[in-house]
């Protein structure tokens, strides 16, 4: 009797331990998952930096903020460079659209970057600008156009208007079919994903824009609507361990820190992607810091609000 009742007792302690394992186990599999961005629920935006594969790297080079455009608790707006109100009209009804050279710190932070009376959380630099500092490419903001010559041949990239949990983000040439699509729009230049396809367009854009001007801005869309701001820039306002795989990339080098992001943090494949101005322009806010900046007006900017 003695024998089975001390029997008993260790398959009871073994079963009872048995179960606190699967319990961590099965709370270690729920935290991995609250922790993966792309199966957040609730996920809205995050920053962090990585290297050139995509991996977090608190000294990469890559400035990455990370949204999603369905989330409740966003809005967006895109900010020009105007002497004058955005959106003002003057006295036959039309839009104001006289443009003077801001640069990065300035067009974020004027009286016109502000949606309901608050400051973005984030931004991004987007299009390129003429001589006479009007941006170049489709740059609509709230349904407001302050477009260039290039708006039909160059492709841009924006969220869409309407319900947030209907929001989406697109990337193409030209104004979109569906009007609610043409709400927020900002022009850029290099059009390196299509339809999940990476292409190498340095032959597109040229010797000065693919092997001088190293440093870059863009922005890229998965197949689950998630949207990747990201910045190489050596110049930024932040601790940077250069490496093999910690360095400024070429255009043709981008689909692995993509890739690399989207697979790390659960937010499906990369389907579109474009490049904005790069050289003397890129540009990266987020929650109150500069954490890229170059001396170059802005042609456009791309803001970020949290509700």
Do not use: W
């Amino acid at each position: 009797m003695k024998k089975l009742f001390l029997l008993s007792i260790f398959v009871i302690t073994l079963n009872l331990l048995s179960g606190c394992k699967d319990n961590t186990s099965n709370a270690a599999q729920e935290s991995a998952k609250t922790t993966c961005l792309g199966k957040n629920a609730n996920f809205s935006i995050e920053f962090f930096k990585a290297d050139n594969l995509g991996k977090k790297f608190d000294r990469g080079i890559n400035h990455v903020i990370v949204f999603n455009p369905r989330s409740e608790k966003l809005d967006f707006k895109v900010n020009v460079g105007l002497a004058h109100k955005l959106y003002a009209k003057n006295s036959q009804g039309k839009l104001r659209k006289e443009y003077v050279p801001k640069i990065f710190r300035e067009i974020i932070a004027d009286e016109n970057s502000k949606l309901n009376g608050q400051n973005p959380i984030a931004a991004i630099n987007a299009d390129y600008i003429d001589t006479d500092n009007k941006p170049q490419g489709l740059n609509i903001s709230r349904g407001f156009d302050y477009s260039g010559d290039f708006k039909n041949k160059r492709s841009s990239f924006g969220v869409s208007g309407g319900n947030p949990k209907n929001r989406k983000a697109t990337i193409q040439a030209g104004r979109r079919k569906e009007e609610i699509l043409n709400y927020n729009l900002v022009g850029g230049n290099g059009r390196f994903y299509r339809g999940g396809q990476f292409k190498d367009i340095c032959n597109d854009l040229g010797e000065f824009a693919c092997l001088q001007a190293t440093n870059r801005s863009l922005a890229a869309i998965t197949d689950k609507g998630y949207v990747i701001l990201l910045v190489n820039d050596a110049k930024a306002n932040s601790n940077i361990e250069f490496s093999q795989n910690n360095q400024e990339l070429l255009p043709d080098k981008f689909d692995d820190v993509l890739e690399g992001i989207a697979k790390n943090n659960c937010l499906g494949k990369i389907q579109e992607g474009i490049l904005f101005d790069g050289g003397m322009s890129p540009g990266l806010f987020y929650n109150n810091k500069i954490y890229v900046e170059n001396a170059g007006p802005i042609g456009s900017v791309f803001l970020i609000y949290k509700k």
